[in-house]
């Protein structure tokens, strides 16, 4: 079976001839995909592209101009964002002013949620990213990793079901880029949440997608979809692995 063909169920993320454009400069033209739940896909392509446009219409942030967005098999216009979709950006965006556990517990604001509930939900996301020691630290105290590491709780902490990344790890030095691929994909393992990732770096998106798509930018459109059947744990040195990375340079 192919995506296409999956049943509404399985269907994460469904964008049917999607368009937008920015006053007269087009940025995406009819872009239409099926993102199967708890599936990881990367957007690859030149700057210009519509990746974090994409993102930002995944996220209900953005309005399209035209064509359908289905998100968990509801149309996005009625879909409750908050709490279902985390988004993670490039800067972390901690607050300076506030500890790792006020940082993440800041995802749950105006959640609803009672306290104690609260306080479970941040102890439980900053164990999920091996932080739970450092609860009563300042984000100044924290090196590079710790930081991305207090972000990606901060998204967790919600319990996302779509986790959407615009290049969240692409200011991180190459040893704790690499942690951090391992942190996701465990936690994704875990949760069976389905990620989406921005990236320009072709070895993040064949070490840790299941699937790359390329955009082409003016206007933004679907270049080429590549599924990744390379077993995991993938190293970038190794010749299969190696490979794919090759081909997609030649793609992007
Ligand atoms: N809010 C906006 N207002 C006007 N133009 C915008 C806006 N957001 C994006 N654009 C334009 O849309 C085009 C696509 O931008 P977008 O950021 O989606 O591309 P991208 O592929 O993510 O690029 P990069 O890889 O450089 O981040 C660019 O020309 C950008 O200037």
């Not at 896909?41 to 990746?51: D, I, M, T, Y």
């Not at 289905?70 to 098999?73: A, M, T, V």
């Not at 105006?110 to 104690?116: E, H, M, T």
């Given at each position: 079976m192919?995506?296409?063909?999956?049943?509404?169920?399985?269907?994460?993320?469904a964008?049917?001839?999607?368009?937008?454009?920015?006053?007269?400069?087009?940025?995406?033209?009819?872009?239409?995909?099926?993102i199967?739940?708890?599936e990881i896909?990367?957007?690859?392509?030149?700057?210009?592209?519509?990746?974090s446009t994409?993102l930002?219409?995944?996220s209900?942030?953005?309005?399209?101009?035209?064509?359908?967005i289905?998100?968990?098999?509801v149309?996005?216009?009625?879909?409750?964002?908050?709490?279902?979709?985390a988004?993670?950006?490039?800067?972390?965006?901690?607050?300076p002013w506030?500890?790792v556990?006020q940082?993440?517990?800041?995802?749950?604001e105006?959640?609803?949620?009672?306290?104690?509930t609260?306080?479970?939900?941040?102890?439980?996301?900053?164990?999920?990213?091996?932080?739970?020691e450092?609860?009563?630290?300042?984000?100044?105290?924290?090196?590079?990793?710790?930081?991305?590491?207090?972000?990606?709780?901060?998204?967790?902490?919600?319990?996302?079901?779509?986790?959407?990344?615009?290049?969240?790890?692409?200011?991180?030095?190459?040893?704790?880029?690499?942690a951090?691929?391992d942190?996701l994909?465990?936690?994704?393992?875990?949760?069976?949440?389905?990620?989406?990732?921005?990236?320009?770096?072709?070895?993040?998106?064949?070490?840790?997608?299941?699937?790359v798509?390329?955009?082409?930018?003016?206007?933004?459109?679907?270049?080429?979809?590549?599924?990744?059947?390379?077993?995991?744990p993938?190293?970038?040195?190794?010749?299969?692995?190696?490979?794919?990375i090759?081909?997609?340079?030649?793609?992007?």
């Open positions: 192919t995506i296409s063909t999956l049943p509404d169920t399985q269907k994460s993320i964008l049917l001839a999607v368009s937008k454009s920015f006053a007269a400069q087009k940025v995406l033209e009819n872009i239409s995909l099926t199967q739940r708890g896909v990367a957007l690859l392509g030149a700057s210009g592209g519509g990746k994409l930002n219409i995944m209900g942030l953005l309005p399209a101009d035209s064509g359908e289905l998100l968990q098999g149309p996005s216009e009625k879909f409750q964002h908050w709490q279902r979709v988004y993670l950006f490039q800067e972390d965006r901690l607050l506030r500890t556990e940082n993440v517990h800041f995802g749950l105006n959640s609803g949620l009672d306290a104690k609260r306080r479970q939900r941040v102890a439980e996301a900053l164990e999920l990213v091996g932080l739970a450092f609860i009563r630290h300042w984000p100044h105290q924290l090196s590079g990793g710790m930081r991305s590491r207090v972000a990606l709780a901060r998204s967790l902490v919600v319990q996302p079901e779509i986790l959407l990344m615009d290049e969240p790890f692409s200011r991180l030095d190459p040893q704790t880029r690499s951090m691929h942190e994909l465990r936690i994704q393992h875990l949760t069976g949440m389905t990620v989406v990732l921005v990236t320009h770096d072709v070895e993040e998106a064949v070490v840790l997608a299941d699937r798509l390329i955009l082409k930018p003016h206007p933004g459109r679907l270049h080429n979809e590549t599924p990744l059947d390379l077993p995991r993938r190293i970038a040195t190794h010749p299969a692995v190696n490979e794919q090759r081909l997609l340079r030649l793609e992007v």
